[in-house]
């Protein structure tokens, strides 16, 4: 199974940046949905942000003025921006798609919830924040 490469974790001091990007290289389809998910040790896996189909994007509470998602279509990359960054952002962070279509009608929202949604995962990049 073709799975998204995660890229640009790092370790940086709260208030700090970082710019995380996954591609979805060699995908015969271009994904749908693609989301950002974060697992801190101990911790459930949550959803950070997601795009819908339209490009809408989707946040969690927590992250929302901090962090921006974007897309590349054309390359198939996914991005997402996090600044003013927290030792309580410190996770695992994952990219997470579903495998595509030829097309779609309508307008597929994609949740922060890890379930039947998404087929393919990233190994990961870590982030580390401290205070």
């Known amino acids: 199974e073709v799975q998204p490469v995660e890229s640009g974790g790092g370790s940086v001091q709260a208030g700090g940046s970082l710019k995380l990007s996954c591609t979805a290289s060699?995908?015969?389809?271009?994904?749908?949905?693609m989301a950002w998910f974060r697992q801190a040790p101990g911790k459930e896996r949550e959803g950070v942000a997601s795009?819908?189909?339209?490009?809408?994007?989707y946040y969690i509470d927590s992250v929302t003025g901090r962090f921006t998602i974007s897309k590349d279509n054309a390359n198939k990359t996914l991005y997402l921006e996090m600044n003013s960054l927290e030792p309580e952002d410190t996770a695992m962070y994952y990219c997470?798609?579903?495998?595509?279509?030829?097309?779609?009608?309508?307008?597929?929202?994609?949740?922060?919830?890890?379930?039947?949604?998404?087929?393919?995962w990233g190994q990961g990049t870590q982030v580390t924040v401290s205070s």
């Open positions: 060699g995908y015969t389809y271009s994904p749908y949905c």
């Open positions: 997470a798609t579903d495998r595509g279509g030829p097309g779609l009608k309508g307008v597929r929202l994609c949740p922060l919830t890890p379930g039947p949604t998404y087929q393919r």
């Open positions: 795009m819908h189909s339209d490009g809408t994007p």
